[in-house]
């Protein structure tokens, strides 16, 4: 949903916009090896490292998604559509600053 919404306010594209879309996207496809790993190892003593390297799949996921958003929302590269509301664009801005947190 957030892919959606942030692509429905994307008009233009250039090659570094694409390379962040396919490192997104790469985060989001290799979710269920991490996510696997924590399953196979509760209780063990290496357990601390599974939940480490799942929890670090999703801050990655975050972190281009800003990296994404920040570089297309910047004004000198206009990839935004004409008629994008500044304020929509500052309140995704803010709401995008906190995922690599949460």
């Known amino acids: 949903m957030n892919h959606r919404r942030l692509f429905t306010h994307i008009a233009r594209s250039d090659d570094m916009l694409l390379i962040l879309n396919l490192l997104l996207l790469l ?3 290799v979710v269920p090896f991490p996510t696997a790993v924590p399953a196979t190892h509760l209780g063990e ?16 996921i975050a972190v281009v998604f800003n990296l994404l958003w920040r570089y297309a929302s910047s004004a000198e590269r206009r ?7 500044p304020a929509a664009v500052q309140r ?8 690599p947190f949460f």
Do not use: C, E, M
Request: charged share 20%; aromatic share 8%.
């Open 45 to 60: 003593p290496d357990q601390r490292a599974a939940l480490i390297l799942d929890n670090a799949t999703y801050v990655f």
């Open 79 to 85: 990839l935004l559509a004409k008629d994008v509301d």
């Open 27 to 29: 985060g989001v496809i």
């Open 92 to 99: 995704i801005s803010r709401q995008y600053l906190l995922g």
